[in-house]
Structure formats: structure tokens, C-alpha cells
């Protein structure tokens, strides 16, 4: 199989981590006789640097032509002046909505051989096993009007949350069609005691869950959510909810797994299913981490696993995104750690090593 992967590393540590994930596709790529062909382009701050804008046009067409868009992060204090004309995080609401990757996938897995270096009781999170569904191209983020005003009484700020029933269809139907591949539980997320959106949402929920009789449907309100990631984690299966509180939740829970550092996403323009290719934007979820951006302790098992979501969504490779996947187990099993997830007696690596180790798993797998 040959395929162009876009490689749009960014800010921070995103370069660091992102060439750990490009080097196992690579190694996975050498073991099952596939090709990558990589193409790279600047993004976030550093094109604001080098070329004035977050986002080249070349680069947008770049990754709309690709099979696959594998992404690092973008922004840090060094563009955080609110007066600015452009952001860094400019790209990345871009590329979304250019790619129209309206389902962002977060899985949160707990390995047991991990739980030494979460900060909850072992009995917590014995069974965790979840994946946050977030909508990811409308909402806060996108809608309009938006912007700041001055006034004879001061400045005024407005967002605006706006959603279309099908906007709200489309995305409930990703977690309809997981849960049911998954354990059979979809937690609707929602906030409609208060928001006219949220009412929407609550009402598409209900009409839809009839089609899928084996998935059982759960509306919860996003406050009573995010107790319960902390106090019952395992009770969720899926959960599906609308771009900012899926932004927090899936924030919040990846603190279950004991690091940001070890978890990935799939932004997704379709449904995801075994043997479907569905165009799709991979990356961490840990953003740019500028404090330690150059020191070579990033944990790059984030972008490792996004590339081996990509292998499954985009590439529709199952068995290589397996394999990627039992390689970081064996890493992790044997004791290796970045500093994010050290604890005493840890076999303490930085973000080449981890991937040096991680390849040599790959490598050895067959």
C-alpha cells in the first residue's frame, strides 16, 4: 500500500512527539511491506514566524489532498497577545473546518501496569474502558456573531453556541454506531435545563435511539458528568456531547489514564468503521507543553497511538494498528517510562528512547 500522509508538526514539543509517530508508521510500514509518502508543512506559530499567517494555502491544499493529516499542536505564550490579527489555534479551527472532521474520537484507556502513576485509588479505575465523542466543527467555537466590542460602559464579548438538527444528528450517530460496536452504552451529554441548544440535542437523541434497540441511552448533564468521570469512571462506555464540553470532559478524563501525554484522537469526517476509509486528522491531545518544548522528555505514545488510529480510520489497516498498539503495551508492560508517568524505580526514558523502544517492539512483532 502506498499513501501521502500530511505531517504538520507545529509548535512546542508537536515536532519532538510527531516524529516518534512518523517514525513507527514508518517501522510498521517496513514489517507489513506498506509505503508512506511524507509530505511536511509549517503550522501554528511558527508559519505566523516564517511566513506572517497560522495557515499557508498550500498547506490547507496540502492536507485536503492527503490521505491522512498527522498533526502535532500549535500555540504558547510566545502568541498569546489577545490584539493579535491572527493565533496560532486559527490553523487548527481551519484545517477542522476545511476537512469538515466533525467527530473527534478520544479513547481513554487505563493500563493496569499505569496505575502507579495515577492519582486515584486502584478501585476507581478498575474497568475503564471509555471513548469521548466529541462534535467538533460548530458550537462556541465556530458560530457567529463572535468577537469584542467597546461601549460608553466598557468592553462587551460575545460567542455565540448555534447547532442545526443535522449537525446534532450527524455526530449522535458516531456514538450510536461506537457504543454499538463497543458495550452498548451511549451517554448523551447535554445541558438542557438551561441552554435552547441543548434542548435540540436532548430531543435528536431521543428520536434516534429507537434505530439502535441494542444500545442502551443515558442523557446526562454535563455538570453530573464530569462528577462521575472522577467518582464512577467505569460506568461510561461512549460519550457523545457538543464541542466545548466535549473539549473539557475529554481533558478531564484523560487524567483516568495518568497522563495527556499517553492519549490520542481521531478528528473524523465520517462514521468510523472497520474496512471504511474515513478521511481523517490525527494528533495528541496535549497541545504544545512550551515549558518543556527542546528538553527531549515529551512522552511522544500520543502521537504514536494517533498514527495508529490513523492506520485503522484512514489507511483501513487493522491489523498493523494493532500491532502498533501491542507494541507500546510491551513498553509500557516492560517498565519504560517518560517522565510524565515515572514513578520510583522506573526505567526513566526521554521522547527518543520511548521511541526507540517502541519501534524495536514493532520491529520484533512478526
Request: hydrophobic share 40%; proline share 6%.
Amino acid at each position: 500500500m502506498e499513501c501521502q500522509i500530511a505531517v504538520l508538526g507545529g509548535d512546542g514539543i508537536g515536532p519532538e512527539v510527531t516524529a516518534q509517530g512518523v517514525r513507527a508508521l514508518e517501522a510498521m510500514g517496513k514489517v507489513f511491506g506498506h509505503q508512506f509518502r511524507l509530505e511536511y508543512g509549517d503550522v501554528g506559530g511558527i508559519s505566523i514566524d516564517k511566513h506572517g499567517t497560522p495557515l499557508l494555502p498550500q498547506v490547507s491544499e496540502l492536507a485536503a489532498s492527503s490521505d491522512a493529516v498527522l498533526f502535532g499542536g500549535v500555540g504558547g505564550p510566545k502568541w498569546d497577545d489577545p490584539n493579535a490579527p491572527s493565533r496560532p489555534e486559527d490553523a487548527l479551527l481551519q484545517l477542522r473546518a476545511d476537512l469538515g472532521v466533525f467527530a473527534n474520537i478520544r479513547p481513554v484507556k487505563v493500563y493496569p501496569w499505569l496505575a502507579e502513576s495515577s492519582v486515584f485509588k486502584p478501585q476507581v479505575l478498575e474497568g475503564v474502558d471509555l471513548v469521548v465523542v466529541r462534535e467538533l466543527t460548530g458550537g462556541l467555537y465556530y458560530a457567529q456573531p463572535k468577537g469584542r466590542h467597546e461601549t460608553p460602559q466598557g468592553q462587551t464579548a460575545v460567542d455565540t453556541m448555534r447547532y442545526s438538527e443535522a449537525e446534532v444528528e450527524r455526530i449522535l450517530r458516531v456514538g450510536f454506531e461506537l457504543a454499538q460496536s463497543r458495550r452498548g452504552k451511549l451517554a448523551s451529554v447535554d445541558k438542557a435545563n438551561v441552554l435552547e441548544c441543548s434542548r435540540l440535542w436532548r430531543q435528536t437523541a431521543s428520536r434516534l435511539a429507537p434505530e439502535y434497540p441494542t444500545v442502551e441511552l443515558e442523557h446526562v448533564l454535563v455538570d453530573s458528568c464530569a462528577m462521575h468521570l472522577i467518582q464512577q469512571p467505569a460506568r461510561f462506555d461512549v460519550i457523545v456531547s457538543e464541542n466545548t464540553f466535549g473539549d473539557i470532559l475529554s481533558d478531564e478524563a484523560s487524567v483516568l489514564a495518568g497522563s495527556m501525554g499517553l492519549l490520542p484522537s481521531a478528528s473524523l469526517a465520517g462514521v468510523p468503521m472497520e474496512g471504511r476509509l474515513t478521511p481523517g486528522f490525527y494528533e495528541p491531545i496535549h497541545g504544545t507543553a512550551p515549558d518543556i518544548a527542546g528538553q527531549g522528555i515529551a512522552n511522544p505514545i500520543g502521537s504514536i497511538l494517533s498514527a495508529a488510529m490513523m492506520v485503522r480510520y484512514s489507511l483501513g489497516l487493522t491489523e498493523e494498528a494493532v500491532c502498533m498498539e501491542l507494541a507500546v503495551d510491551q513498553v509500557l508492560m516492560d517498565g519504560f517510562r517518560t517522565a510524565d508517568i515515572a514513578v520510583q524505580d522506573s526505567k526513566l526514558v526521554g521522547s527518543q528512547e520511548m521511541g526507540d523502544r517502541i519501534v524495536a517492539a514493532l520491529e520484533s512483532s512478526r
